[in-house]
């Protein structure tokens, strides 16, 4: 429908355009909202998603194949890594908050 022919429709139908309207578009903001839910999701189930170990033997986040260090993981001392991960928890928390 053109926006010049919404001059000839009734109340009514102008009420039936508009819940049309308002259903599609609450749809597509509750589409958005479980795209993200599920986003986060996969993010929580493995919160080291692109994120590479240290090479030793012992790392916590990825094992080296084949050769590595010795001596214990180092991960937890790289403020890279301990930075991606607070900012996908602090969007979960948003996501959350916003449920
Ligand atoms: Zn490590």
Known sequence: ME????????????????????????SAEEEVAQL???????????????IRGCGDHSCLIEKPEGLGTNGG??????????????????NLRRQAEME
């Open 36 to 50: 993200a839910a599920r986003h986060d999701a996969e993010l929580l189930a493995k919160p080291f998603t692109g």
């Open 73 to 90: 993981c180092r991960c937890h001392n790289d403020r890279t890594k301990a930075s991606i991960i607070v900012q996908r928890l602090a």
């Open 3 to 26: 926006p010049k022919d919404l001059i000839h429709v009734t109340p009514y139908e102008l009420w039936v355009l508009a819940e049309a309207w308002e259903s599609k578009a609450r």
